[in-house]
Structures are given as C-alpha cells and as structure tokens.
C-alpha cells in the first residue's frame, strides 16, 4: 500500500480570488481528460500542460510588459541574454548576416562575435549613432540589425528613427534591446523596430533579486517562433523570479521617474566639482547625442549617468572606498544606487586603446541611479571626490 501523506492535497475551494497574484511553482498541470488537453493545446481552452512550456507568473509579467511596450504576446525567459538568444534563434538561419551596433551589452557583443559565426551566421559591428556606417555595413545577406537605443556606458544614443527607415527599406528585421531607456524612455515600436528586447533584471523588476528577460515581436509569426525557441532550447523564466518582477514592476514608473530626477541632478552637480574631467548624461547640453536624445525620448533621459575622474586607476579606488553608500557593483536598475567600473568589469577584456578609443578611462564611472534622496548621494560622490582629489594629488 502507499504512504497516504505522499498523496498530494486538494488545494481548498474558494468563491473568492486573491488580491495578489498567487506564486505557482507547479511544473506540471493535471488535465481532467485527453479532449481538455487536446483543446489546451489548440488554443480553445486556456490553461498549462508543462512549465517549461508557460507557467501562469509568466504570463501574467509577459502581459505587464506587453501593455508597457504597446505589444502583445511578448514571451518572458530566464534572463535578458536567454531573451536575446531566442531573438536570434528564432529569426535567423545560416547563411543570414548580422549587423550589431559596436557598443552592444558584452555579452550581446560576444553572442555575435563568436556564437553565431558557429552556426553559419555572419556578422558585423558598426556604430548605430552614424546611419552612413550602418548602412555600409550591410550585405544582400543581412537579415537582422540589434542596436540598443542608448550605450554602455558612453551613453551614446542610437539614430533608432534612421535605422528603422533603413531597415524597413531593405527588408531586415531591427532589434531593439531596450534595457537601459525602457518603455517609460521609448517604445520602439512605435519608432519602427520589430523585435524588443528587455533584461528585466534590470530597472522593469527593478530590485536587483530576480534574472529574467522579456522579448517580444511585432509580427504574431515571429512571436509564435521566439516561444518555440523558448520552449525548445529551454529559457524558462522560474515561477518565484516572474512573480517578484511582478511585484517590482508595480512601482517601476515611479521609481524610474525618481531615479531619472536625482540622475539629471546629480549630473548637474557632479559637473560643477573640482577632479571630474567630464560628465555623460543625455539630458545635458554637452552631450554629444544630446538634440538627438531629446527628440527621441521626448524629454526622458533616464537614470543612467557616466562621469570621469582626473587621476586614473589611483583616484577611481579612492573614489569607491570613500563613498561605501553607492555600491560598487557591476550591475544596474536597482532601487539603490549602484557604480560600475568598466575597465576593471564590462570592458576589462578590451585593449587599453581600444577602451580609449570608446573613452572610457582608468577614472571612468558609470553610474546607475537609484531611489535614495539627492542630497544623501551628493554627501557620498563628493566624499568619493573629495578622496579622489587627495589620491590624484598623491600620483602627481
Ligand atoms: C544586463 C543586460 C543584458 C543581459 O541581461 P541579463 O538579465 O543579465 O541576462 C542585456 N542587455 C543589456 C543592455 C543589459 O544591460
């Protein structure tokens, strides 16, 4: 006889609903009979066979992210590299050509510079802020173009209205990944592209405690596509990380609003202080995207600010160890405010010149704005900077 506890209980009856969304971790859904799965699969019939295959929290944050992009039928994965990958898997074959914007996330950057070659697919690299290089980088072959609107951590921004023209001229799908404007800065969309990419990880669920990605495509045929790769290759989302995302995506507008304030602000007093040699923000005058910046984002510049130390690698360590309350991290979107480095992180694998040639320094921050009051992270950078000076002095 088996162990009557090893049976698993009947969930309790209810007339009511919950006001949260429950979490369901189930990987596997009971069916009453072969004719309800038959008409689960074709569609008629709502509900779940295997989780692999879609679970209820990723459908309900494909849905929320659907509505913040103006798109439907996104499809959620287990993080923003699976939801590149599925982009790729589902829209190219060997034979096809890439064309990649060179500022790319690294690991988008490696995905084109090694993995696809291995699969027969070609590829290119060419600034997305320079239509003319764009266009010269295209081939009769070129199936797929994937920029970012705005770079890491240069924060350059794309010519996304020209690209899309271009691409919609010659018949090649754009890839938007929008991790870093996020459809509170643009829907691109709206603006032409026909695939979007998101590391939810980032800024949408916004707490820096669940790896998800989101992808979604304007044509249906090509969602259907991206949910096969999925399934296939097997980029599930898990249950407990789309139903935190959910959560954090309830406040995303008002964090990112908050975060996009202090960011222009901060930007503004970093400039005006001794030791930093130049501050990137989209938002301000001396951004060399900055006309482009405002027509595209109407206004949103997002939380995303770069600056450089004079002084080098001495003034940068000095800088991180003098202002504990921004945490040295190389991550972004958290509700905390978090500095990366990218010549000791994202960009170490570079050369030094070829790190120079995109200006990023031994002194170069990129700095990823929270939530926390401005004055509290005026207090902590000119800690940082005040350090930095003594350190760059030290050097000389
Ligand atoms: C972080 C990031 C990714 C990758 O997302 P993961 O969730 O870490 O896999 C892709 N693109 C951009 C722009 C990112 O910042």
Redesign the pocket.
């Known amino acids: 006889m088996t162990d009557p506890t090893l049976r698993r209980p009947a969930w309790p009856a209810s007339q009511v609903r919950p006001l949260v969304s429950p979490l369901q971790p189930s990987v596997v859904y009971v069916s009453p009979d072969p004719d309800t799965l038959d008409a689960q699969y074709e569609g008629r019939v709502p509900g779940h066979v295997y989780a692999r295959e879609g679970h209820p929290n990723a459908d309900v944050l494909a849905g929320m992210i659907d509505r913040l992009e103006g798109a439907t039928g996104g499809v959620v994965t287990g993080?923003?590299?699976?939801?590149?990958g599925i982009a790729m898997l589902a829209a190219l074959k060997a034979g096809d050509h890439v064309v990649g914007g060179d500022q790319?996330?690294g690991?988008?950057l490696r995905m084109l510079s090694e993995d696809l070659p291995r699969f027969g697919i070609t590829t290119s690299l060419a600034d997305p802020t320079d239509l003319a290089a764009i266009e010269a980088a295209l081939r009769p072959e070129t199936r797929l173009i994937l920029i970012?609107v705005v770079s890491?951590p240069t924060l350059r921004v794309a010519d996304l209205d020209g690209i899309a023209r271009l691409a919609r001229a010659r018949g090649i799908l754009l890839a938007v990944?929008n991790?870093?404007t996020t459809p509170r800065g643009i829907r691109p969309l709206a603006h032409g592209a026909d695939i979007v990419?998101h590391?939810?990880?980032?800024l949408l669920a916004g707490h820096a405690d669940a790896?998800?990605?989101y992808a979604v495509a304007r044509d249906p045929a090509l969602n259907a596509a991206m949910k096969v790769a999925a399934t296939t290759w097997g980029t599930t989302a898990s249950p407990f990380d789309c139903w935190l995302a959910e959560r954090g995506l309830l406040s995303f507008e008002l964090r990112y609003d908050r975060a996009e304030e202090t960011a222009a602000r901060l930007a503004d007093h970093l400039a005006g202080q001794p030791g930093v040699r130049r501050v990137l923000y989209p938002g301000r005058a001396d951004h060399p995207d900055h006309n482009r910046a405002g027509a595209l984002l109407a206004g949103r510049f997002g939380n995303m600010l770069s600056f450089e130390l004079e002084g080098g690698r001495a003034a940068a360590n000095a800088f991180t160890r003098a202002c504990p309350g921004l945490a040295f991290a190389p991550?972004?979107g958290d509700v905390a405010t978090t500095l990366s480095h990218p010549a000791s992180s994202s960009h170490r694998a570079l050369t030094s010149e070829a790190r120079a040639a995109l200006g990023i320094s031994e002194g170069f921050f990129r700095v990823s704005v929270g939530i926390e009051p401005l004055d509290a992270l005026i207090a902590e950078v000119d800690a940082g900077l005040a350090s930095a000076r003594e350190a760059a002095e030290a050097e000389c």
């Open positions: 993080s923003g590299m699976a939801a590149v790319l996330y690991r988008s970012e890491n990944d991790t870093f990419i590391s939810v990880t980032k790896t998800l990605g991550t972004l």
